[in-house]
């Protein structure tokens, strides 16, 4: 048999992060291919197809800054829906040509690295094998749907669907009972989408979504839609703890009144977006006695929009769930009006768990059963490691990421492991990944991945590692910060808590874009320092 060629990377996933390294390695000249699992382009944006499904991060800002891509593309709103996001991945591809090099419906379900050569061996479920010096897994943080272990859940007799994996075909949900399992962002989206088409809807919530107004527009003097401005935006985006184009505000806390800081809550809330969490004090994330005034002023607001007393109880309760901006804030456009209709229900799962899907429906704790058409499980991933643990990933030596990870969660930078040697990947674990701007994060990573091949690559090296010693200093780094925060408080995905049985654990980078960005620019100004080559 005729062994395959040998590439100088394979990249896995074709999404922001796999195709922007596609992209950047082809531009260097490295011989390289996407294998996606997928029919289409768009990494979770191709799988999450559910009604509602729309980004939560402004244009331009959400998008990756290729001039050559952006100055040819027309956004038609400053939050758009999903089919234009796939619309701009399709125009990514064709733009920069890079179809030639995306391998379709190749799911990857091995990678075994061959030490006496220094390739990586890449198997997808069709057999096929891929030989390449570097393996780059861009799978997302969002990979692998989680499904709880609902008892009786194969027994129910109508229709069941996961919010990431949404038919391409619609689904008539008009005049039908619906309940909805979940209010993260997917759930929140879906709910107001829903909520006015169906004869009835239960919600079940676990911890209410501190929801922020997206304050959604189409016209054409806004940000999105002023293209001279992007270069410059691009390289703000850079500088500011999220990747985006605001960033905390310079005074301290202390040093503003009460009449001072309501006006700054109200103009946030006025500017819309992530503006609340990310144009807000530093100290929120710090200080708990600040994110106690910023929960009161989110509750206030969002306590006038609902009329049922019960219910409002149960959407901003007065006495904080967790500290705001801890999970992920979603955004509505009228998730709490819909959440008020009389046709629709919440049900407080943390006081009374589902414990069973029935035939007809959903049993609670508490005894109560009701009877739905259409079962919807928004109850989102498992994030971060759980799309590169579904791969069989093997060192030369037999050790596995699984058997790596098995106490706990280890990097370098975010972007690389011990003990496996030229394997990376990017907008995974201990990274600022969720905690910025996807395509900041992205460009990033990608950048600097490409120049450490290039560096390789004229001084003849084949094969390089992260030190273990670096590896941990970089974890104490991520979890000193981390538990230094607020983040540690709540029981979310940011830390693996919404698994059962998954180790709670900082899973983002929390010192924000610029440190992290002169964490990279030190280690590659140091020769590459806590990485080994040969």
Same mark, same amino acid.
């Given at each position: @048999? ?8 394979? +990249? ?48 331009? @800002? ?5 001039? $050559? ?120 989206? +879906? ?43 691009? $390289?703000?985006? %850079? ?21 001072? %800081? ?125 799309? @590169? ?146």
């Amino acid at each position: @048999m005729v062994s395959p060629p040998v590439l100088d990377s394979v +990249i896995v996933g074709a999404g922001f992060a796999g195709l922007h390294t596609l992209w950047k390695l082809k531009e260097l000249g490295f011989s390289t291919k996407v294998l996606e699992m997928g029919p289409d382009v768009g990494g979770t944006w191709y799988w999450n197809r559910y009604p509602g499904a729309r980004v939560d991060s402004d244009i331009p @800002m959400y998008q990756l800054p290729v001039e $050559k891509v952006w100055s040819s593309f027309e956004w038609s709103e400053r939050f758009p829906k999903r089919d234009e996001i796939l619309s701009y991945f399709h125009h990514f591809v064709e733009t920069l040509d890079l179809k030639r090099n995306i391998e379709f419906n190749s799911c990857v379900v091995s990678a075994t690295f061959d030490e006496s050569r220094h390739l990586w061996e890449v198997k997808t479920s069709t057999g096929s094998i891929t030989l390449a010096t570097h393996l780059i897994l861009c799978v997302g943080s969002s990979c692998r749907k989680y499904i709880p272990n609902f008892p009786g859940l194969n027994k129910f007799k109508g229709r069941i669907y996961h919010s990431a994996e949404w038919p391409e075909n619609p689904v008539e949900l008009e005049g039908k009972r619906v309940s909805v399992v979940g209010t993260g962002a997917s759930g929140v989206q +879906i709910i107001q989408e829903v909520g006015p088409i169906v004869d009835h809807l239960t919600v079940y919530q676990r911890t209410p979504n501190l929801a922020l107004p997206m304050q959604q527009t189409k016209s054409r003097d806004a940000l999105f839609a002023q293209k001279s401005k992007y270069g410059d935006l691009f $390289k703000k985006m %850079r500088t500011t703890f999220s990747g985006m184009n605001v960033d905390f505000i310079p005074k301290k806390f202390e040093d503003t009144t009460l009449e001072e %800081r309501r006006e700054m809550y109200e103009n946030c809330f006025r500017l819309g977006g992530l503006n609340f969490s990310l144009a807000n004090f530093a100290e929120m994330f710090f200080d708990q006695k600040v994110n106690d005034e910023v929960y009161a002023f989110w509750a206030e607001k969002v306590r006038k929009r609902v009329t049922n007393e019960t219910k409002r109880d149960l959407l901003a309760p007065l006495v904080q769930p967790h500290p705001f901006g801890t999970k992920r804030p979603s955004l509505e456009q009228s998730y709490y009006e819909v959440c008020s209709q009389d046709n629709v229900d919440i049900i407080n799962v943390k006081e009374s768990p589902i414990v069973e899907i029935t035939p007809t429906g959903i049993k609670t704790a508490d005894g109560g059963h009701i009877e739905t058409d259409v079962i919807v499980l928004a109850t989102g991933f498992d994030a971060y490691t759980g799309g @590169m643990l579904e791969i069989s990933i093997q060192n030369g030596v037999g050790f596995s990421l699984k058997d790596k990870w098995a106490e706990g969660t280890s990097t370098f930078l975010g972007l690389a492991l011990h003990g496996f040697p030229n394997m990376h990947f990017i907008y995974g674990p201990q990274a600022p990944t969720a905690l910025s701007n996807g395509p900041s994060c992205i460009e990033i990573q990608t950048e600097w991945l490409a120049e450490l091949l290039v560096f390789m690559k004229a001084g003849g090296k084949t094969r390089v590692e992260a030190d273990k010693e670096a590896e941990d200093v970089w974890v104490g780094q991520v979890k000193q910060i981390w538990d230094s925060s607020l983040f540690f408080k709540a029981e979310s995905w940011y830390q693996g808590a919404n698994i059962p049985g998954k180790k709670k654990e900082p899973l983002n980078f929390a010192g924000g874009i610029p440190v992290y960005l002169k964490a990279l620019e030190d280690c590659k100004a140091e020769g590459y320092k806590g990485f080994n080559f040969a």
